[in-house]
């Protein structure tokens, strides 16, 4: 909580904190999310989950229920479109979202780069504590793998590999991928997707030499042979 202040960017608020015997219902923790959107005061939010998630979805689970990306994204659109929203997602199969968000803007029609995300104000990252088909033995705690930019005030997420052997996931729709950078004209070609990035794991990089000298080239690997 400290961290996310000093950033002064994100504006942080409890929606409920569990304890055993004391569960809330799906329904009224998506109500304190609504409202949670309704009233931001910032330029950006921040959503941080953790606890149980279902096998398979990553999809948070209460007593009575599941809350899904899509219902994220839902209320996302309709409060805080315009706005930055953070989603920390620190379960098991959490990388499922991960997939999701791509997915999901690959099917709105929202290029894949910054530049088209800031233009039509749909701006989400999510971060998540493993990839979609682990379980979470270890918490994602904030010393771990944030830290705060004292410049900027802004906060940096990593996706350093924890000890237990999780590997955190991340994405994020402002990332610029073109050569221009920030300032300039978006130059990324439209049929780009963001999901494409999702085969990411196919591509290496091979260092190594030839005749001597330092040398690299990569490898895209078929997933079937």
């Known amino acids: 909580q400290d961290m996310v202040n000093e950033s002064e960017m994100y504006s942080m608020k409890y929606v409920m904190v569990d304890f055993p015997g004391n569960q809330c219902t799906r329904d009224y923790y998506l109500k304190r999310i609504e409202h949670f959107f309704a009233n931001c005061d910032k330029d950006s939010a921040m959503l941080w989950y953790t606890g149980a998630a279902e096998k398979g979805t990553g999809n948070w689970f209460f007593k009575d229920g599941v809350i899904t990306f899509q219902d994220v994204f839902d209320l996302y659109l309709t409060l805080l479109k315009g706005k930055r929203l953070t989603l920390v997602c620190d379960c098991s199969y959490s990388g499922k979202w ?50 705060v ?76 042979k």
């Open 98 to 147: 991960r997939d999701e968000c791509m997915k999901k803007f690959d099917e709105i029609g929202v290029g894949a780069c910054g530049h088209y995300s800031k233009e039509q104000g749909i701006m989400v990252g999510v971060f998540t504590s493993c990839k979609s088909d682990q379980e979470a033995y270890e918490l994602w705690y904030p010393q771990d793998n944030m830290e």
């Open 149 to 224: 930019d004292e410049e900027k005030k802004r906060l940096i997420i990593w996706g350093k590999q924890l000890r237990s052997g999780q590997t955190p996931r991340s994405f994020s729709s402002t990332l610029v991928r073109c050569k221009n950078g920030r300032e300039g004209p978006c130059q990324t070609d439209i049929s780009w997707k963001w999901g494409d990035a999702l085969l990411g794991h196919l591509v290496y990089l091979v260092r190594g030499k030839d005749r001597g000298k330092a040398a690299w080239h990569y490898v895209l690997v078929d997933e079937e």
